[in-house]
């Protein structure tokens, strides 16, 4: 026995409904995916610039110090310098008497 058109024609509207339903859930389902997928990638960017940040912190902390230790010597350095020309000086102040 054959359904009725109107019974027919009314559960091929419902299928047809459902395969709608199902496509609209596949593709949101795949936006979905898609943007873990991004959010990923950023997470693992992000890792990277910190490690590149504490590795840049750390090479500026390294060329700190030592720009502090060059500036020590220097002022070591210019300190004996005019220590010795004062020396130079006074021995010959007392060599042209």
Do not use: C, K, Y
């Amino acid at each position: 026995m054959n359904p009725p058109s109107g019974e027919s024609s009314a559960l091929h509207a419902a299928l047809r409904r459902f395969d709608s339903a199902v496509e609209a859930l596949e593709a949101a389902i795949q936006r979905r995916l898609e943007v873990e997928r991004q959010e990923a990638a950023l997470a693992q960017q992000l890792h990277v610039l910190g490690a590149d940040r504490s590795r840049l912190a750390d090479a500026l902390d390294g060329a700190q110090s030592r720009a502090d230790r060059l500036e020590t010597a220097n002022e070591e350095v210019s300190r004996r310098l005019g220590s010795a020309m004062e020396t130079i000086r006074a021995v010959l102040a007392a060599q042209q008497r």
